[in-house]
RNA sequence: CGGGGUGUUGUGUAACGGUAGCACGAACGCUUUGGGAGCGUUUAGUCAGAGUUCGAAUCUCUGCACCCCGACCA
């Protein structure tokens, strides 16, 4: 991508209203574009890294044996009232339509998929399977915050899963705990991340949120300092003690909540009648589990772990863009050659290179952009690296350059 | 939803009730080109409505918007 030609724009100052430092870095360096409270845009930038998000979180979805659906964000209000949830969920968006019709837009999809289960599951045979969908979700949060960390609309990747009894959900939801982790650490927010015990709600005793730590966080977490076990505000004042191993000596820290497992048991199966025939012949109502990640959040988040100074530093798993290339002296003839030929030879073995090729900026001003958008590899032609026969190669979590020859980007990068 | 705060060009800010100014950005010209370069010219604004006043960005009221704290949070 010719950065000239990039769709965004990066801003100097630092917002007067984004607290949070990853809100005022994707704003600054031009991912997002807020509309209204708890509202974005995705501009190229920030649209690429959420591609990338959702790539990973994809694979793993698939290779956790998740079939990909896509349930409609628009949704009958009976299915709401059905389940008591049209009046008691406060965060639900409610539209009406022509004469008096009302329906919600999803806030998340038990109410649409378990309907949709019903007409699938007939037998035990058709028993355990799990359908995910990534799709944007509406919640009319009463305060939103943090830029992406909570919004009102977002991109969610919610998975469920339909099993024969108790055991079988116990299972898979511990699979599923194990594949998390795995996508959190290809986020490269693995190590910042924990398991955290919370509150099942209003259908199971527990429920799992994968916490990662951050002062930007809304959550407060209790790090057990013994077995390292991490529970939430609710469950630290029903249990004072760890419940895995009795220690009472915990450490508080701030976190966001990025992702959350759910074992729903038969909360939705039985006012959807979602029951399948056993090989006893009897009847069993289905067991159901609910695997939720916030899309935006996760790259929020990312931020608010990854970054200096100077702007974002991505991981590599989920860059923009794995090299920024940028030449200096744009009027040199030979800076501007070389330059493009690093670029078309870059992109011939499927490096995505965000180019400089801006000739009416200055060094200071494409390094100063570049150090805020946050590339893993900035690479830089100039008169004075084209002299040493060489290119100049740099990684954004680095504080030293290298020359190389071009010849060797390629496998240097791969 | 309760509480607090703030609304001034695209961004960041200044202006006692008395000429809306500065910096960045953008545009044009010239000079520059390894860490946001220089000179000159230009561009664009008081959230909306009502009120008080000779006069309102400034005071009052209403509305709207955004931010923060709390509560809430599948």
């Not at 501009?43 to 694979?59: A, C, D, H, Q, W």
């Not at 028993?127 to 919004?151: A, M, N």
């Amino acid at each position: 991508m010719l950065q000239s030609k990039l769709f965004y724009k990066t801003t100097r100052e630092k917002s007067a209203e984004a607290e949070a430092i990853s809100h005022d870095l994707l704003a600054r360096a031009g991912f997002v574009d807020q509309l209204m409270a708890g509202v974005y845009s995705f501009l190229p930038l920030g649209f690429r890294v959420l591609k990338n998000i959702e790539n990973i979180i994809r694979k793993n979805m698939v290779e956790a044996g998740g079939q990909e659906i896509l349930m409609p964000v628009l949704q009958p209000k009976e299915n709401w009232v059905k389940t008591g949830r049209w009046n008691n969920l406060e965060i639900l968006f409610k539209v009406s339509g022509s004469g008096d019709k009302e329906y919600a837009l999803g806030p998340t999809h038990e109410e649409v998929v378990s309907p949709l289960a019903k007409k699938i599951i007939f037998s035990y045979r058709d028993l355990p399977f799990s359908v995910f969908q990534i799709q944007t979700k509406f919640r009319d949060e009463l305060r939103v915050k943090s830029g992406l960390l909570r919004t009102r609309e977002f991109l969610m990747k919610d998975m469920y899963s339909f099993h024969e009894s108790q055991a079988d959900l116990d299972k898979y939801y511990d699979k599923l705990t194990k594949v998390y982790f795995n996508i959190f650490k290809e986020l490269g927010i693995g190590k910042d991340t924990y398991l955290t015990l919370a509150s099942g709600g209003t259908f199971s005793k527990y429920s799992h949120e994968f916490q990662m730590l951050t002062p930007a966080g809304e959550d407060t977490i209790y790090i057990c300092n013994k077995c390292k076990t991490a529970i939430n505000k609710e469950i630290k004042e029903e249990n004072p003690a760890c419940p895995e191993c009795s220690s009472d000596n915990f450490e508080e820290k701030k976190a966001v909540e990025v992702g959350n497992i759910f074992k729903l048991n038969t909360k939705f199966s039985l006012p959807f009648d979602l029951k399948f025939k056993d090989r006893d012949g009897t009847e069993k109502p289905v067991f159901m589990g609910c695997f939720g990640i916030g899309l935006g959040r996760a790259m929020g988040s990312v931020v608010e772990t990854n970054y200096d100074d100077n702007g974002i530093i991505w991981p590599k798993s989920i860059a923009p863009f794995a090299v920024h290339l940028i030449e200096i002296g744009s009027n040199d003839k030979k800076v501007k050659a070389t330059a493009l030929k690093i670029y078309q030879d870059l992109q011939k073995e499927n490096i995505e290179v965000l180019y400089d090729d801006r000739v009416d900026k200055t060094a200071g001003e494409k390094f100063a952009d570049a150090d805020l958008i946050g590339i893993p590899y900035r690479v830089v032609v100039s008169e004075k690296t084209l002299a040493k026969n060489s290119v100049e190669i740099k990684e954004r979590d680095k504080k030293s350059v290298k020359l190389v020859k071009a010849k060797q980007l390629v496998k240097i990068i791969k």
